[in-house]
């Protein structure tokens, strides 16, 4: 249903016309909308994922150049950071975020995350 009527098909034989007019007749409301990974698909990473952020615009400031310049990971660009917030010289012209940076050489970390009192460990593969 994330994806509205374009997408949506019979999860058995993958027909979208009587499927859909049998969902729409049991009630189910599906929304006419483009699939949200189309709106996606050329979004850019516009935030700084560094643990400290010490841009005073904030996370989302992104200058083209200089120690607020955001470089993205060369590996997944999944990730981001200024060049400030890791301490990047002007001349380095490629980031791994740490999840990446470990790939290939037998290592892996952990992300530890908590909230509301529970405490959750995500390892990057």
Same mark, same amino acid.
């Given at each position: ?23 729409? &007749? ?17 979004? @850019? ?6 643990? @400290? ?36 010289? &002007? ?18 970390? &952990? ?7 529970? @405490? ?6």
């Amino acid at each position: 249903l994330h994806d509205g009527m374009t997408w949506f098909r019979c999860p058995l034989c993958r027909d979208r016309d009587a499927f859909l007019t049998e969902m729409l &007749s049991m009630g189910i409301r599906v929304p006419f909308r483009l699939p949200s990974w189309e709106s996606l698909a050329y979004a @850019r990473h516009s935030r700084c994922d560094a643990e @400290r952020c010490l841009c005073p615009g904030g996370r989302e400031q992104a200058e083209e150049e200089g120690p607020w310049e955001l470089l993205l990971c060369s590996s997944c660009a999944a990730e981001g950071t200024h060049r400030g917030c890791s301490s990047l010289s &002007s001349t380095r012209a490629s980031w791994e975020c740490d999840c990446c940076a470990g790939l290939g050489t037998g290592k892996s970390k &952990s992300i530890h995350l908590s909230w509301a009192g529970a @405490r959750q460990t995500w390892r990057c593969v």
